[in-house]
């Protein structure tokens, strides 16, 4: 059963002195199990989240008609697009473990209160599938990282993709579901990726996305 505060200032203020330590892999290991709870209510009445759609017309898609002078620019945009159109439609074709999904599950909606990990922001709900708040909150952590520790693309790259695995056996604790899900992980992975780090950086784009292009279409051809 999912429970919204109706006293959302009040309780907000409480929540914001109990974050957590999600570098704590015991921690990270209990939100995951959280997470999983979660996805098991009923989606029923809930809409639905249309996630590739909305990562493709909000931003992969504009990356193919970007007016770009510089020809080497333009070719790395191209690369990037093809990455994130590939992912969608392997999104598209892969996804029948339906659940609810919080729909924003970065890593400061995620917080403490009285010894219980709780969600909370519920503005988008809905019904989606497992790996979309999984990945999310793994990029969130790093994003974090990103900006924090200064981080060059390809370390922020490999920190996302390489949690990847074991936050899937944390999920299902299941060696056949984690083989299963694995390559559907890191298609999700690539479009939030794709948005929400090289929109940042859309117009800086040299040799760092071009190592970060080329990071992503590596470890899509291994999975």
């Known amino acids: 059963m999912l429970t919204l505060c109706k006293r959302k200032n009040s309780v907000i203020q409480v929540y914001a002195e109990n974050k957590l330590n999600l570098y704590d892999k015991k921690i990270r290991h209990e939100i995951i199990k959280k997470m999983r709870e979660l996805h ?7 809409p639905d989240c249309d996630f590739t759609n909305a990562f493709c017309e909000s931003f992969v898609e504009r990356l193919r008609y970007a007016t ?6 333009h070719d790395v945009l191209d690369g990037i697009y093809h990455i994130g159109r590939e992912s969608a439609d392997y999104i598209e074709n892969n996804t029948t473990n339906k659940c609810v999904n919080h729909g924003d599950l970065v890593w400061d909606n995620v917080v403490a209160y009285r010894n219980e990990i709780c969600f909370i922001d519920w503005e988008y709900l809905s019904k989606g599938f497992p790996e979309i708040d999984l990945c999310y909150f793994l990029f969130s952590i790093h994003f974090g990282e990103f900006e924090k520790e200064k981080l060059t693309y390809i370390e922020m790259c490999k920190r996302c993709y390489g949690d990847i695995e074991g936050a899937l056996y944390d999920y ?3 060696e056949e579901k984690v083989k299963k899900y694995t390559k559907l992980a890191y298609a999700v992975m690539d479009l939030f990726f794709i948005r929400d780090v090289l929109q940042t950086c859309l117009w800086n784009i040299e040799l760092g996305i071009k190592k970060t292009n080329d990071y992503i ?4 051809v291994e999975h």
């Open 40 to 46: 098991l209510n009923s989606a029923e009445n809930l």
């Open 68 to 73: 770009i002078n510089d020809e080497k620019k």
């Open 172 to 174: 299902y604790d299941n």
């Open 217 to 220: 279409a590596e470890k899509r």
